[in-house]
């Protein structure tokens, strides 16, 4: 599947900004089924100075500084992204999720070792006696991890309500899972402390859910702007993404664009100012398969 | 002078001294006699008699007041500049103990050095698994955006430092790595300089090692870490600000050290360049010693929600245009947890063992250790494994059974997150209390610095330390935080000590420098402030000892007739514009006066109340703590001093008037300080500003209140008037008649050679701002200086006659109409000025993008 992204990112300020600095995760990254063939970063007004490199996750990251009076910044990503489809389950693949645990410990290759550092705590998603028995529901002694966290995905679904008014950016995960109801970061940042509070490797997912759905399948919630999900690792298997807000397995309709421990490192686009007043930001995400275009025009 | 001669083996002092049973006794031995290096303080002390220790000791509390030396303790209502506590009886060391303990040190610091180096590295200890990665990945100081970054000279620990405790054996222990942003060598510092001040000549006979030195070399060091090759490197000391509790020790240190104190909002990252904001423009800056903790001082790539950091610090660092010592992310391994894998590391890194061992500390993470912690709880301490988190230190032996079990349950649930340790049984000092010695636990703060040792690096090890005591004689608890007191630390010198100064040291000339250029615009702001906020308070005193006169002579409850309109020119002054007072009522009734007054004067919350701009100058003259002199500083704290509350008499209208007189002095003093010992360079332009504009807009206020409209006993509030704004000397000289309202229009407002006239003021503030750096090659005026002028030629044209007289309806209107035009042009200026120089808007968050959260829903987190 190839895909033509647009993200917008607006600010507009209510008294001039004199000095900006700005860091964005916008260009999908690298991954196991995708590419990202062609990426471009569009920001007006344009900048003074620009760096890009790999954060420590392996995301690519821009961070760039604006000078000068300005009352409006608008971030704008382009990318072409290829995405394969996911290779099919075999029955009897994933193992039960303690041995994996266990061997997670001592593994110091370079995937267990970058595997580990997503069993601690971080920030914004951190695991908890609250949920244990939340979570053990899923994870019962010898479960097979994947049918574990894939029924983990089903319940978030099922037991709490998807509603944009409930939460912001900064609501924690205890007050999502006492209130039940919340968005899409809020119930990957819920489902990764669930795995983390049993020691399990889980990691949130920024990214983009392809706005038009193929014909004849309902539209999934999240399309339009940025969209989160989750990341656990199997032993053998490597990650598998599933997303807790439309209760399925990760596959064509997702497009990667940065990982982390939680929001917190992977922001899509966030700075300081000086002056600027109030401020008010809008974003809008087209995301498009190549091809449809031209299919529609002709 | 000679020495007396030797005292008898135990010297009266000691000989009530009774040990704490099962700790090292510092001063003597199990057999009760005193060890070699107390040998002489001890006999000193006897000689002297506790008389002359005590008067010697208030010499030096006298001298910790003076100069400030503060401690601010987090959520104690008294705790804001705290007084620091100092013990006269400092810490003696022999020389011989003292050179092991360098020697040990010294490897610690190497040995941490290339741990941090390697974590941020290539990694190689988590790869072996000679360190688990837990301690790594789980550690909330382990800073991923600093992964990869190499400091300059690969040095990420310029200062350490280590918390020493002595067991009953003798022998030293590590308890804490300090290795991000120690505290504490600042106030060894000062420590010493007031000890050996009452100990003089037990100072130099015993023979000391100097402490200057070792900060001449930590200086030095710094310096030559910047990346910029120049011939004078620029040093900022980066400050969290006068609310951290050891902000007195940044001024301090700043200040000794020759560099610049700066704030985060003082910097500034343009092109991965760091920069100082200062009023001639953007200064390089290319050394940073920081005392914020590292994940604070970048919000764009560290906390986000740090008010204290300087966004595209991180970037700065990776591209190598500024030093930062320590290196971000260096919080690292200041953790216990890591204090076990030492011994091991060392045999690895350096090939050699460890010299000093650390508290016996077991990591949770760790199969074998959890199970002897869970086995062992009631005997041992369980702390958080990784600096910073809030939990505090539980003492297994103070737990009950259940309190145990729920314990035992934490830990098993996330054993990485905890570490144990064995009760560290810390050693006893003598300190002086109720004329004699005490003993009193104590742990020792000790500095090694990262130096040049002949172009390669080594390290210094600061001769002496902080040695923090314990509240009281059975407590194990040593924290300044928890009200323990501290001692100076004397190491006793192997050979003869030579005198060296910090200021000699100085090996290349010294350009000539005039205007300080440096000058943060902060600096400048709150000098600005301190002008204004002194001033101020000045006029209130003014204003109140008129009042209070009046009210102590007159019999009659209501007064002179001008002290209504004195009331109207104090509600002007002090009214909140959301509150007016009823100056009516005050007028009346005696009581209510004097409660209103004391209010004003006292009440710390009340608006313009006096207490409140005298709190507001101290905390100015806190910030500036580095720019004023010792002196100006010791007048402002008078200030304070002066208007302590006694609660049984603050109604008492002569108690109050005497408060007031007591203030009179401090003020008159500042005056002169800042006018003849202050260079008069951009500082000081920006105070006297600040004086100017708040006591023309004060005279204009008073005139309004007083002026205007004409009282039936105008030669009274004339005389008020004269009185409050210190002109009544001049008006006598210049007429020998009754007070009229022509000529003390013309006096107050308009005469250009009264200090204390309005048109004086405005002369005043047009010098100091053509005074103020600018762009020279534009010949056009300055929007403030316009403002400035303009005022001024309002009252070059004014005719005094023409003001004085009266229209048909009873009122000066003329007069009125010019006091409104400058009563609106003096908060004008102010703001011209603000926005051209001294505008410090801290940058905020542009928040986070938002998912699908409602556009309007955001935290905006500062």
């Keep these: ?298 | 002078m000679s020495l007396p001669p030797p005292a008898a083996v135990s010297p009266s002092l000691i000989r009530g001294y009774a040990p704490q049973p099962g700790a090292y006794n510092e001063i003597a031995d199990a057999g009760g006699r005193l060890r070699p290096a107390w040998e002489s303080l001890v006999r000193r002390f006897d000689t002297l008699g506790p008389d002359a220790i005590r008067e010697r000791w208030t010499a030096a509390q006298r001298v910790i007041q003076e100069n400030g030396v503060t401690y601010n303790v987090y959520g104690d209502p008294r705790g804001m500049h705290r007084p620091w506590e100092l013990d006269p009886v400092p810490l003696m060391l022999g020389a011989e103990e003292w050179a092991d303990l360098q020697a040990a040190l010294i490897q610690r610091a190497r040995l941490l050095e290339t741990i941090v180096g390697d974590l941020y590295g290539p990694n190689r200890l988590l790869k072996n698994r000679d360190l688990p990665a837990d301690l790594v990945y789980a550690n909330p100081n382990f800073l991923r955006p600093c992964v990869g970054i190499t400091p300059p000279r690969g040095r990420f620990l310029s200062l350490q430092a280590f918390d020493l405790a002595r067991n009953p054996e003798g022998k030293w222990w590590v308890v804490n790595d300090r290795t991000q942003a120690p505290s504490g060598a600042g106030y060894a510092l000062e420590n010493r300089l007031i000890i050996s001040r009452i100990l003089p000549d037990l100072f130099r006979d015993v023979g000391v090692s100097r402490l200057a030195r070792f900060f001449a070399r930590l200086r030095d060091s710094l310096a030559a870490l910047s990346p910029r090759a120049t011939a004078d490197p620029h040093v900022v000391l980066l400050t969290p600000g006068p609310h951290n509790e050891t902000y007195f020790e940044h001024a301090y240190l700043a200040r000794y050290l020759g560099f610049t104190l700066a704030e985060a909002g003082d910097l500034t990252v343009r092109d991965e360049a760091v920069f100082l904001k200062t009023l001639g423009g953007l200064e390089p800056v290319d050394v940073i010693l920081r005392r914020t903790d590292d994940s604070f001082c970048d919000p764009l790539e560290l906390r986000g929600d740090s008010a204290l950091g300087v966004a595209g610090l991180v970037r700065a660092a990776a591209a190598g245009n500024v030093a930062i010592a320590n290196a971000l992310g260096s919080g690292l391994i200041e953790t216990q947890s890591v204090m076990p894998f030492l011994p091991a590391l060392s045999r690895q890194l350096l090939g050699e063992d460890l010299k000093l061992p650390s508290v016996a500390t077991w990591w949770c993470g760790q199969p074998g250790e959890l199970g002897y912690v869970l086995d062992h709880l009631p005997e041992l301490v369980i702390k958080s494994a990784f600096s910073g988190d809030p939990m505090p230190p539980v003492f297994g032996s103070s737990l009950s059974a259940a309190q145990l079990d729920e314990l035992q349950q934490r830990i098993a649930e996330q054993p990485h997150r905890y570490v144990a340790q064995e009760s560290v049984a810390l050693s006893t000092a003598p300190v002086w209390q109720d004329a004699g010695f005490h003993p009193r636990h104590f742990m020792l703060r000790v500095y090694v610095a990262a130096v040049d040792e002949g172009g390669r690096d080594g390290y210094a090890v600061m001769p002496g330390g902080l040695a923090r005591v314990s509240a009281a004689q059975d407590s194990m608890v040593v924290s300044m935080q928890y009200g323990g007191g501290s001692k100076d630390t004397w190491v006793l010198s192997p050979e003869p000590v030579s005198p060296f100064s910090l200021l000699q040291s100085e090996s290349r000339p010294t350009p000539v420098v005039r205007a300080g250029h440096r000058l943060p615009s902060r600096v400048a702001d709150s000098m600005f402030w301190l002008g204004r906020y002194v001033e101020r308070a000045e006029n209130l005193t003014h204003l109140l000892r008129a009042i209070l006169l009046r009210l102590t002579e007159e019999t009659s409850p209501c007064g002179s007739p001008e002290q209504a309109r004195l009331f109207d020119a104090l509600s002007l002054d002090t009214g909140s514009p959301h509150e007016p007072v009823d100056t009516g009522d005050l007028f009346a009734d005696h009581a209510a006066a004097m409660r209103h007054i004391a209010g004003v004067v006292f009440e710390v919350d009340a608006y313009n109340s006096l207490a409140s701009c005298v709190d507001r100058v101290q905390e100015l003259g806190s910030i500036v703590r580095d720019r004023i002199s010792l002196d100006t500083w010791r007048v402002l704290r008078q200030m304070r001093g002066a208007l302590r509350e006694d609660a049984a008499h603050r109604l008492d209208p002569t108690h109050v008037l005497t408060c007031l007189d007591h203030l009179a002095v401090p003020f008159a003093a500042f005056a002169g300080l800042s006018n003849e010992s202050m260079t008069h360079g951009h500082g000081w332009r920006f105070l006297d500003l600040g004086r100017r504009v708040e006591r023309a807009f004060a005279l204009v206020r008073w005139m309004k209140a007083l002026l205007v409209e004409p009282d039936p006993n105008e030669p009274m509030v004339l005389n008020a008037l004269l009185s409050v704004s210190s002109s009544e000397m001049t008006y006598r000289s210049r007429y020998r008649m009754s007070v009229q309202a022509m000529p003390t229009i013309d006096l107050l407002l308009l005469d250009e050679s009264n200090p204390r006239s309005v048109a004086f003021q405005l002369l005043k503030m047009e010098e100091n701002v053509s005074a103020l750096p600018g762009d020279r090659s534009e010949a056009r005026r300055t929007p403030e200086q316009r403002e400035v002028l303009s005022m001024l030629a309002s009252l070059r044209l004014a005719d005094a006659e023409a003001l004085a007289r009266t229209d048909p309806a009873g009122r000066r209107a003329k007069l009125g109409a010019l006091l409104d035009s400058l009563g609106a042009a003096l908060p004008a200026f102010s703001d011209l000025l603000n926005s051209r120089y001294l505008i410090h808007a801290q940058p905020h968050q542009t928040s986070f993008q938002p998912l699908e959260t409602p556009l309007n829903s955001e935290e905006e987190t500062l």
């Design chain 1, 1 to 298: 599947m190839r895909y033509l992204i647009r993200h917008d990112t607006e600010y507009r300020y209510t008294q001039p900004a004199t000095l900006e600095h700005t860091s964005a995760h916008l260009q999908p990254r690298a991954a196991p089924r995708q590419t990202c063939r062609q990426h471009r970063l569009e920001i007006q007004p344009p900048p003074l100075s620009m760096t890009q490199r790999l954060d420590f996750f392996g995301n690519p990251v821009s961070i760039f500084t604006i000078e000068g009076p300005h009352d409006r910044l608008l971030v704008t990503g382009h990318s072409l992204v290829d995405v394969e489809a996911r290779p099919p389950m075999i029955d009897g693949m994933s193992q039960p999720w303690e041995p994996l645990r266990q061997a997670l410990r001592t593994d110091v290759s370079p995937e267990g070792l970058d595997a580990y550092q997503f069993t601690f705590d971080s920030p914004l998603s951190a695991g908890s006696r609250e949920l244990r028995p939340y979570v053990e529901q899923s994870f019962s002694p010898g479960r097979p991890i994947f049918d574990a966290a894939r029924e983990l995905t089903s319940r978030i679904h099922a037991d709490f309500a998807f509603d944009p008014k409930a939460t912001d950016v900064s609501t924690p995960v205890s007050q999502v899972f006492a209130e039940r109801r919340g968005v899409c970061q809020d119930f990957a940042h819920l489902m990764i402390a669930c795995l983390r509070t049993l020691g399990l490797p889980a990691r949130y997912v920024s990214g983009y859910l392809r706005t038009e759905p193929p014909p004849g399948q309902p539209r999934l919630i999240g399309a339009d702007a940025s969209h989160a999900w989750v990341s656990v690792y199997c032993t053998g298997m490597g990650w598998l993404d599933l997303d807790p807000t439309n209760d399925c397995v990760v596959d064509t309709d997702h497009v990667t664009v940065a990982w982390g421990r939680d929001y917190g490192d992977v922001t899509p686009v966030k700075g300081l100012i000086v002056g600027g007043g109030q401020h008010t930001v809008e974003a809008r995400v087209d995301i498009v398969p190549e091809g449809d275009a031209t299919t529609v025009a002709t």
